[in-house]
């Protein structure tokens, strides 16, 4: 970055969550743990280990955990902020209680009875299992996978959402599913690992059938995962999905038939409530990848009933496994938590309660935390700050000098259109139409779908919200969405090491503030760049300036390619792209935002650290992670984020001021000269 914006003197003065009452910030004496550095390593031979070493020497991941770091301790911090609430909750007498509270305090309970659970066994989930074994013909599999209230899963999944070339309408959006494996490559790769977890999800099938019926086990499951493996076959690789063009293809259902017949496309949607007409006609659906539909249908259509009823069947067992009894629980883990996360035990059981009613009821829980947690003034002064970064856009942008007038114009109207969400909703969902029964835990589940599916497919025809969160406020993240040119910040991440009003200034610009330009960033990345400032997916580049911008782009992702997450197992830049464009654009933003805040003065040393090697010490900091090794390779196979050594390294090693900060020079492991060095916004 080269010009940016004005100063955030906001910074110092922002409260936090419950810092306020402190005179010294979180870590150290400013706001980094100089403990957790190991100076014996070079900066530019490797950045992240230098910031971090001491600590991922001396790191122990929890038990029930498969990475430990700034994210995970603040995830712990919010689950128990959660289970606060909770404890006052179950402290009021019912009466006392709002109908909301109510609400809560009866699902949590419901929950962690782990007795009643177990006194009642399987006939909770009778109905539904009955409801898979009944299928009879390939139609029956169609219509039980559209079956909101059985919990069931489809090979093609379906949201409503705003249209991404009409963002003022929602659609319905439809997308390949089907896998029990987090991604294609653990059916398809050879990799000795991936095996292993194959072999391992196969038991895992046949233990659960095993359990339920006590009946052939091996080759049922063996059937399941050959179907599952075929799928993958046809499916799309992860980084071929993200691409926004590619992924948005319209069709009438009648077209829908005719691209991929064998799979019965109005006995789903009715099963749904789905009108496959509308106001204005036959209704489109957007297909992602598109060309995988029509061999996932002919799969579906070559695979025997009796197989789809017990791919049915162990999807359920997935889903539901929690609210059943321990045995299921228990192998459920086995599989996902210990063999794909590297878990040892489960997490307890009262974390998982508050997780469950965070996600299943947020606003009414989002609106507890907020009131104890998150001070209007915080809210504020945060929003204050985030326009603060869009200025420095503003500023960069202008300067750009790879990039055309013609096209810098049309960048400033889309920065100038960004909305920013801060903390929480500006309005509460109703959740009154929604029963949940103390006594009635899987019923309380099917409800909970039942009643958010009818609620996203009751707006289908209706304006577009485009206030609405995807994320509740406990959530540790922050996310940027292209149809509404929106940015959303959680209460719950701004707070240390990402947020610290105690903190030195440098330190909250290589901590929120690179957050903040990172998720500004991705309306400018490889694919948030597609849409313009209203949220339409239609390009605003000139043919030179976009060639310009995807030369850059490949830079980068040849950069990441180069990383190994774990031996042989390397980094995708393709995948990451979109995050790593982010990462790349926000250190270098809140950067330029700190030099300017210094108002022409140079910055003090602090313990011998100037401002600058502050600043890239609190970037690093933020990443501060250390995860299992299971945990890691799902990471690199099917995540869109890089492995977070690698973003402190790459956005690092192409922002010219480090190598100035930390004297990096040729020989380092991580050098880059000068014209190799990715600059973007």
Known sequence: MRKSLSVLV????????????????????????????????????????YVNGAWLKKAEIPRDRTSTGSFQDLQILS???????????????????????????????????????????????????????????????ATAMGEIEHNSDSIFADRINADPKNPNAY???????????????????????????????????????WLLDHGQDDPRARKVFELEKALAQVEWPA?????????????????????????????????????????????????????AFPEM?????????????????????????????????????????????????????????????????????????????????SKAKVEALVGNLLKAYDADIRVIPWMTETTKKRALDKLHAFVPHIGYPDKWRDYSGLA???????????????????????????????????????????????????IFFPAAILQPPFFDPQADDAVNYGGIGAVIGHEIGHGFDDQGSKYDGLGILQSWWTDEDRKAFDERTAMLGAQFDSYEGLPGLHVNGKLTMGENVGDLSGINIALQAYHISLGGQPAPALDGFTGDQRFFLSFGQIWRSKY??????????????????????????????????????????????????????
Request: charged fraction near 30%; hydrophobic fraction near 35%.
């Open 10 to 49: 906001i910074l110092a003065a922002a409260a936090g969550i419950a810092q306020a009452d402190s005179p010294q910030p979180k870590f150290g004496t400013w706001g980094v743990d100089l403990s957790s550095m190991d100076k014996s390593v070079k900066p530019g031979d490797d950045f992240f280990e």
């Open 79 to 141: 689950e128990n902020r959660m289970k606060e609430i909770v404890h006052d909750l179950e402290a009021k007498k019912l009466k006392d209680l709002s109908p909301e509270e109510k609400q809560l305090r009866d699902l949590y309970d419901a929950f962690v009875d782990t007795d009643a659970i177990e006194k009642a066994g399987l006939k909770p989930a009778q109905a539904d299992l009955k409801r898979f074994q009944s299928v009879k013909t390939l139609d029956d599999v």
């Open 171 to 209: 659609v319905v959006i439809l997308t390949q599913s089907g896998l029990g494996l987090p991604e294609r490559d653990y059916y398809l790769k050879d990799d000795p690992n991936l095996e292993i977890t194959r072999g391992a999800y196969v038991q895992y099938m046949g233990k659960m059938l």
């Open 239 to 291: 980084a071929d999905r993200r691409d926004a063009n590619k992924t948005y293809n319209p069709m009438t259902v009648s077209e829908l038939e005719k691209f991929a017949p064998g799979f019965n496309w109005r006995a789903y949607f009715k099963a749904q409530g789905v009108a496959v007409t509308g106001p204005a006609g036959e209704r489109k659906f957007v297909v992602r990848e598109n060309t």
């Open 297 to 377: 249908a002919k799969i579906f259509a070559a695979t025997p009933v009796e197989v789809w009823r017990d791919w049915l069947t162990l999807h359920y067992l997935h889903n539901m496994s929690a609210f059943l009894p321990e045995q299921f629980d228990q192998t459920d883990f086995e599989m996902y938590g210990r063999v794909l996360g590297g878990a040892d035990v489960k997490l307890p059981r009262d974390t998982r309660g508050v997780k469950l009613i965070d996600g299943r009821l947020g606003h009414p829980l989002g609106k507890l935390y907020v009131a104890r947690f998150f001070p209007p003034e």
């Open 436 to 486: 949940i029964k103390r006594g009635d835990l899987i019923g309380d589940i099917h409800r909970s779908d039942v009643f958010e599916w009818n609620y996203r497919l009751s707006r289908i025809d209706r304006p577009v919200d485009r206030s609405e969160w995807s994320m509740t406020p406990p959530t540790i993240n922050a996310y940027y969405t292209p149809v509404f040119n929106s």
């Open 628 to 681: 299992r090794e299971s945990q890691m390779r799902q990471q690199v196979l099917s995540n869109p984020h890089s492995p977070p050594e690698f973003r402190v390294i790459g956005a690092t090693r192409n922002t010219d001021a480090w190598y100035t900060a930390f004297d990096v020079k040729p020989g380092d492991k991580y050098y880059l000269p000068p014209e190799k060095r990715v600059h973007l916004w």
